[in-house]
């Protein structure tokens, strides 16, 4: 550990090739600001706590004035995995997909097939709900003991990534203290759902991750 | 069934389908189209844990990760995630380095190059709390400072302090307690 200024001088010239935006925002070229890219994703125990709570953000550091057009793709599935046994297969999805200004959910359920390629499980159709609309109040619907979001909403990620960036790229050595959230003042498109925790394996733990999908 | 049952529905079985069949008034026909949910989507982008595509995978494989089954990914990725975070990070420079979880480079980068958040559904889901650890990750969790903490921080979080925390702790709008949770838009 002692040799480590000198060790850090050469790590920050090896590593400023390959670092993009935190969480997950604008991660990869295939991806970057386009509808499918996600920023982030959440897994909490919701205000009931039978409950489990997934949020997938997409289409991150959108300004106030951008976030009133920004919409849903129609070609994009997003998907939330969960593994009830520990392989890191998904045994159990919960589909999002927005058709005319509304987001239908289906599962959570088995998946026709694992993996890359997905098709949507329209017999386990769960639940709809109105897309939020920029400047309005929040739209939630219910149904079978799940609850439904989909909208724009605040950022919450936190993070002073420029200052990151300037670390890895050399011309800094330390955060600032305090640091400057890059992350304030913008906002992302959320879908938020939340589940009864029997539906997805009731107790100990699982593995979950989300995905999005382009139609072909 | 009893034989006359059975013609007994049959008849009314036609009589309803003829009766339908003659309906010719199309115009009052306002059964709605649903939406069409056919077709086959295909991968784009992934993510579990935060910030791993983006701190540990090289700039010319972030799309495959991204489009890496979770059970493929250690076997693909983990020599490069370890690779990455030794140039990273002074904290597992020399032999039997760890970090604060007990980890050293390779066990970490083990657990990560695997994308999955684990999710407890027994209780406290959190990312690191100071007692609890990946158990989930809720909004207000300071999950890059935990990482920088992991990755800088050396066996006791004292290490590299100046690398070890963004000093940004918390969101800049207050979240919700109940459902959707997250703040309303800027």
């Given at each position: 550990m002692k040799k480590s200024k000198i060790f850090l001088g050469i790590a920050i010239v090896a590593v400023?090739?390959?670092?993009a935006i935190a969480a997950d925002h604008i991660d990869a070229p295939a991806v970057q600001g386009g509808t499918n890219d996600i920023t982030d994703f959440y897994a909490f125990q919701g205000e009931d706590t039978n409950n489990l709570v997934f949020v997938a953000n997409?289409?991150?550091?959108?300004?106030?004035?951008?976030?009133?057009?920004?919409?849903?793709?129609?070609?994009?599935?997003?998907?939330?995995?969960?593994?009830?046994?520990?392989?890191?297969?998904?045994?159990?999805?919960?589909?999002?997909?927005?058709?005319?200004?509304?987001?239908?959910?289906?599962?959570?359920?088995?998946?026709?097939?694992?993996?890359?390629?997905?098709?949507?499980?329209?017999?386990?159709?769960?639940?709809?709900?109105?897309?939020?609309?920029?400047?309005?109040?929040?739209?939630?619907?219910?149904?079978?003991?799940?609850?439904?979001?989909?909208?724009?909403?605040?950022?919450?990620?936190?993070?002073?990534?420029?200052?990151?960036?300037?670390?890895?790229?050399?011309?800094?050595?330390?955060?600032?203290?305090?640091?400057?959230?890059?992350?304030?003042?913008?906002?992302?498109?959320?879908?938020?759902?939340?589940?009864?925790?029997?539906?997805?394996?009731?107790?100990?733990?699982?593995?979950?991750?989300?995905?999005?999908?382009?139609?072909? | 069934m009893k034989l006359n049952t059975i013609k007994l529905y049959a008849i009314a079985a036609l009589i309803a389908l003829t009766a339908y069949n003659c309906n010719n008034d199309d115009d009052s026909n306002t059964e709605p189209i649903g939406p069409d949910f056919s077709g086959t989507y295909i991968q784009e982008d992934q993510m579990g844990r935060p910030a791993v595509n983006t701190v540990f995978v090289s700039s010319s494989s972030k799309d495959d990760f991204n489009t890496t089954i979770p059970s493929n990914q250690g076997a693909a990725f983990q020599s490069m995630f370890q690779t990455n975070l030794e140039a990273l990070s002074p904290a597992y420079a020399n032999p039997g380095d760890t970090n604060a979880l007990g980890l050293d480079s390779a066990t970490f980068t083990g657990l990560l190059a695997t994308d999955v958040l684990n999710v407890s559904l027994d209780g406290t889901t959190t990312f690191y709390d100071g007692t609890n650890v990946l158990t989930g990750r809720a909004l207000a969790d300071d999950v890059i400072t935990v990482e920088l903490l992991l990755i800088f921080g050396g066996e006791d979080f004292s290490e590299n302090p100046t690398l070890s925390n963004d000093n940004v702790d918390a969101n800049d709008k207050e979240f919700l307690t109940s459902f959707p949770y997250l703040a309303s838009p800027w």
């Open positions: 400023a090739g390959f670092i997409t289409q991150g550091l959108l300004s106030p004035s951008a976030t009133g057009s920004a919409s849903f793709d129609e070609n994009t599935l997003i998907e939330f995995n969960i593994d009830t046994t520990g392989d890191n297969v998904e045994d159990l999805v919960i589909q999002a997909t927005a058709r005319d200004g509304k987001m239908y959910f289906f599962g959570p359920a088995a998946p026709s097939s694992t993996g890359l390629s997905s098709s949507i499980l329209t017999a386990s159709q769960q639940g709809v709900v109105d897309i939020t609309s920029y400047g309005s109040s929040a739209t939630i619907s219910t149904n079978g003991g799940m609850r439904f979001f989909a909208g724009p909403r605040d950022d919450p990620f936190f993070m002073d990534f420029a200052q990151y960036s300037a670390i890895v790229g050399g011309t800094a050595t330390a955060f600032n203290n305090p640091g400057d959230d890059t992350f304030a003042g913008t906002n992302v498109m959320s879908v938020v759902v939340e589940v009864p925790k029997s539906m997805i394996g009731g107790t100990g733990t699982i593995n979950t991750w989300v995905e999005t999908k382009r139609k072909q | -």
